[in-house]
Each structure stands twice: as structure tokens, then as C-alpha cells.
């Protein structure tokens, strides 16, 4: 994978998945809200192209994927890693939530894949990956927008795995574990319980070539991930219960 393409890398896990890319010669185009926290990178890697990027905007999307492909010479896999995650249960939320959060993890990644395309296509090669979540796959209560988004972002990456595998185009989803992140932070479980996540995007970096649908960081991961597919329901509503009764725990009657 000489030249990647990853939305969504300025913190957290997409962080140090483009850190391990570029120390392993990789020229990486990150696309964000605000690249400012780069700025180290960028000063030690000339491979780093960072552009601020709404992904809910094609247009500007486009833009950016068109600088890195002439200033590359092309793009080999690319990667949507922006999220946007709210908590509440459904008599909570706001329909408009539930638009904004498919806005930014369906829609973003229906946009890389869209700017993409043209490149992969050409090349009669490439790689697209989704950054997906075990929600998405078993569900979880109170977080229904994120889930459903990751749901739909599952199906698009088989229905597009199908559709330009004979292109020599090949989609996959991203699986990390739970992870101490922003988004993550008001999730009612137990930091101890979450991964870190310079491991977890070290991880997913050093396991980019798999070609395998799913991609996970650890063969722990992986193993969970199955059970997930196996159970959906069954894992789903014993994670919920388990967040339930942490949550109970802390804010006892």
C-alpha cells in the first residue's frame, strides 16, 4: 500500500494508524475537520499530506483525493475513519441526529468510495476500508444512530465488494475493539475495558494487506468479531446488560 488515502486521522485510533503507515514508507493523504495536531508528523514525514475536509461534502471531497492522487501519482487504498456517535435512547433522539450521524459515517464513506473509484478503476487495482464498530453488527442499547450507520456502512461494503471486485477493486470494514476514545468517552463501561488506542491503530496498520472482509488490529479481536456474526442478538443483549449494571453500579439509589 504505497498511497493511502484516510479520513477522519487527526486523533485517536486514525492517529496512529497513519503514524505506523508513514514509518512504514507509506505516502498518506489525511482528510479532517482540523489537521493542526499533524503538525508533528508533517515536520518528520514528507509523505504526509494533510487537508481539511468536511466528508459530508463530495465536492470538497473530490478536491482533496484529486490533490493526492496527482501529487502520488494515484491512490491505492483508502480508508473512512471519521465517526460521529451519540448517546440516547430513541425517545431521546432527534430524528435530525439520526440524519447527521449517517451524514458523517454513511455518506463519508459513500463519498470515498465515490472520489476513489475513478483511480482504483484505472489502475485495475485498490483497496477500500470502512472503519465499522461490533455495534453496528450485534446492536446496543441507547446508541441506536451510531449502530444503524455502521450497519449500513457493513452493507455498502459488501454490496461494493461485489460490484468492482472485477475491476480489481476490493472493500473491507475495519473492526477495532471498543477503544478509549472521544467518541467512546461517555459510553457506560469501564475505561479498564477499553483498548488503547495506539495499540489498536498500530494494529489495524500492520494488518492492512489482510484480505480477509474483515479487518481486525489482534487475533483476539478477531475471534470476539465471530462470535458477533454468530450471536448478533445474544451478544448484543449481554453487552447491553452489562453496560446497565455498571451504570446502576455507579449511580446507586
Do not use: W
Not at 60 to 85: F, P, W
Not at 199 to 208: C, N, P
Amino acid at each position: 500500500m504505497k498511497n493511502v488515502v484516510v479520513t477522519g486521522a487527526a486523533a485517536g485510533i486514525g492517529y496512529f494508524l497513519v503514524r505506523e503507515l508513514l514509518a512504514e514508507g507509506c505516502n498518506v493523504t489525511v482528510l479532517d475537520l482540523n489537521v493542526d495536531s499533524l503538525g508533528g508528523l508533517r515536520k518528520k514525514y514528507n509523505s504526509l499530506l494533510p487537508m481539511v475536509c468536511d466528508v459530508r461534502d463530495f465536492k470538497r471531497m473530490k478536491v482533496c483525493v484529486e490533490e493526492s492522487g496527482r501529487r502520488y501519482g494515484g491512490v491505492d487504498c483508502a480508508i473512512h475513519n471519521a465517526c460521529l456517535c451519540t448517546l440516547g435512547s430513541l425517545e431521546q433522539t432527534e430524528e435530525k441526529t439520526y440524519r447527521e450521524v449517517m451524514e458523517v459515517n454513511y455518506y463519508g464513506a459513500l463519498h470515498l468510495a465515490q472520489a476513489v473509484l475513478p483511480y482504483m478503476k484505472s489502475q485495475r487495482k485498490g483497496k477500500v476500508i470502512f472503519t465499522s464498530s461490533g455495534v453496528g453488527v450485534t446492536g446496543f442499547a441507547n446508541i441506536s444512530p451510531y449502530a444503524s450507520s455502521k450497519g449500513a456502512v457493513e452493507s455498502l461494503a459488501k454490496c461494493l465488494d461485489i460490484e468492482y471486485r472485477p475491476y480489481g477493486v476490493s472493500f473491507h470494514v475495519f473492526h477495532p475493539p471498543l477503544t478509549k476514545t472521544r467518541s467512546a468517552a461517555s459510553l457506560p463501561v469501564p475505561k479498564e475495558f477499553m483498548a488503547d488506542p495506539e495499540k489498536v491503530g498500530v494494529g489495524l496498520a500492520r494488518h492492512i494487506q489482510a484480505k480477509s472482509f474483515v479487518i481486525c488490529p489482534s487475533f483476539g479481536q478477531k475471534v470476539q468479531m465471530m462470535g458477533c456474526y454468530l450471536f448478533p442478538l445474544k451478544m448484543g443483549r449481554l453487552m447491553s446488560r452489562m453496560a446497565l449494571k455498571y451504570e446502576a453500579g455507579k449511580n446507586p439509589e
